[in-house]
C-alpha cells in the first residue's frame, strides 16, 4: 500500500514537470497567482434555448496582465460523457484544468451539469477567436470528443462575445445569482 501512494505521488510530481516544461504559460500562470476557481455564480442555473436547464458546479479563471483586446470569443460545448456516473465525471473534468491553465489565451471556464439528463456545458472564454478555434484542434478537446457518448457532442465559437455576457443571456435568475 505505502508503495503505490509512493508511485501515485511521483507519477503526479513527473506529470507536473512535463506539463511545467511544456507549457511555459502554465509555468507563469501559476508562479504569478493568476490562477482563481472563483465561487461567485457556483449553483446558478444556465437554461438552453431547448430548456434545458444546467446548474453551474465549477469556474476557472486565468487573471490576466492586462486585457490585450475586446475581440474575444467564447467556446461552447454541450455533451454527455460515454462511461461513468455524473459524480465521476465531475471529479475527472479537473484534469484537463491543468492543460487549460497552460494554454495561449484562455482566460476563463465554466462548467455546468444537468443532473436529469447526466449532460455537461463547458463554456470558455478565449483572448481571440483563432485562440478559440485552436481549441477545438487541441489534445483537451480530443480527450472530450473521445470519452464523449454518440451524437451527444455539440459546440460552437461565438467571436466578439465576453463570457459574462454569454452567461448572463443564459442565466435564470433566483436568489440574487448572476
Known amino acids: 500500500m505505502k508503495v503505490k501512494i509512493i508511485v501515485i505521488i511521483l507519477s503526479f510530481i513527473i506529470f507536473f514537470i ?3 516544461l511544456g507549457c511555459p504559460n502554465f509555468t507563469s500562470n501559476v508562479l504569478s497567482g493568476r490562477i482563481h476557481f472563483p465561487e461567485e455564480n457556483i449553483g ?53 484544468a491543468i492543460f487549460l491553465i497552460g494554454m495561449n489565451g484562455f482566460r476563463e471556464k465554466y462548467w455546468a451539469a444537468d443532473e436529469n439528463t447526466n449532460s455537461f456545458l463547458g463554456i470558455y472564454e478565449w483572448a481571440t477567436e483563432d485562440l478559440a478555434k485552436n481549441y477545438q484542434n487541441s489534445f483537451i478537446f480530443g480527450m472530450l470528443t473521445k470519452r464523449s457518448a454518440s451524437n451527444t457532442l455539440f459546440y460552437r465559437i461565438m467571436p466578439d462575445t465576453s463570457l459574462s455576457q454569454f452567461v448572463e443571456r443564459l442565466s435564470v435568475h433566483q436568489n440574487g445569482k448572476i
Open 44 to 96: 446558478s442555473l444556465l437554461k438552453l434555448d431547448n430548456g434545458q436547464t444546467f446548474t453551474v458546479f465549477r469556474r476557472l479563471k486565468v487573471e490576466e496582465n492586462a486585457r490585450s483586446n475586446n475581440r474575444q470569443a467564447v467556446f461552447f460545448v454541450r455533451f454527455k460523457f460515454d462511461r461513468f456516473d455524473i459524480k465521476t465525471n465531475k471529479v475527472l473534468s479537473m484534469i484537463p
Open 18 to 20: 512535463i506539463v511545467a
